[in-house]
């Protein structure tokens, strides 16, 4: 997908694992960086950072925006930062789910850098990225709007065929309907759903199946 300027999206998918209540299990998930020529944003850090950064391809990451923090979203973004100087944002109500993966206040513990706010608008090659909580998968999670790209990145809140799990964790299937409902569906039918996992679906598409 791209747009004047440059302004495009581009994607990868890679492989690893989720663990959750004693549990894990292997995931794809995809990689999502949005931005043009000279710089980006890069949407959730799974897995493998040399993956992430051919994706990125030398740009300059402005931020790694995470929709939730379950570790295949999150995993390596402490080590992304370190390799591209791009501070981490999360919205807070996500901390429960972090601490499970790189810690809280104990020392050694690496936190994000930037809590994320609903509404909140961030600016990558020229065109603004809107944030909107998005509840029900995690507490913290979120989806970001591209009007200019006609797109919405949904992390793990909708998929092909309708709403993320909820069924561990800090998770709530009556929320995260009603996020979408809410939230989501409000945008235009044609909008792009860019998934945390699996392919692209329209917002038109998924009213049926929510």
């Not at 931005?35 to 990125?56: T, Y």
Request: charged share 20%; with cysteine; glycine share 12%.
């Amino acid at each position: 997908m791209s747009a004047g300027g440059g302004l495009r999206v581009d994607h990868a998918v890679v492989s690893g694992t989720f663990s959750l209540d004693g549990q894990t299990f292997d995931v794809d998930n995809n990689v999502w960086v949005v931005g043009d020529d000279e710089e980006c944003l890069v949407v959730d850090a799974p897995h493998d950072v040399d993956a992430i950064l051919q994706v990125v391809a030398g740009r300059r990451v402005r931020a790694i925006v995470c929709t939730h923090a379950h570790d295949d979203h999150v995993r390596v973004a402490p080590a992304l930062r370190v390799a591209t100087g791009a501070p981490i944002l999360l919205h807070p109500d996500d901390r429960p789910l972090w601490e499970l993966i790189h810690g809280g206040d104990e020392e050694g513990a690496e936190l994000w850098d930037v809590d994320l706010s609903d509404g909140q608008a961030l600016t990558v090659g020229g065109t603004t990225v809107t944030v909107i909580h998005t509840p029900g998968h995690a507490p913290g999670a979120v989806c970001l709007h591209v009007p200019d790209l006609g797109c919405v990145f949904t992390g793990d809140t909708l998929f092909e065929g309708g709403p993320g799990a909820t069924g561990r964790s800090y998770s709530d299937a009556d929320l995260i309907k009603e996020s979408i409902r809410s939230r989501l569906l409000g945008l235009p039918d044609e909008t792009v759903v860019h998934t945390g996992h699996g392919p692209d679906t329209t917002i038109g598409a998924e009213r049926v199946n929510v």
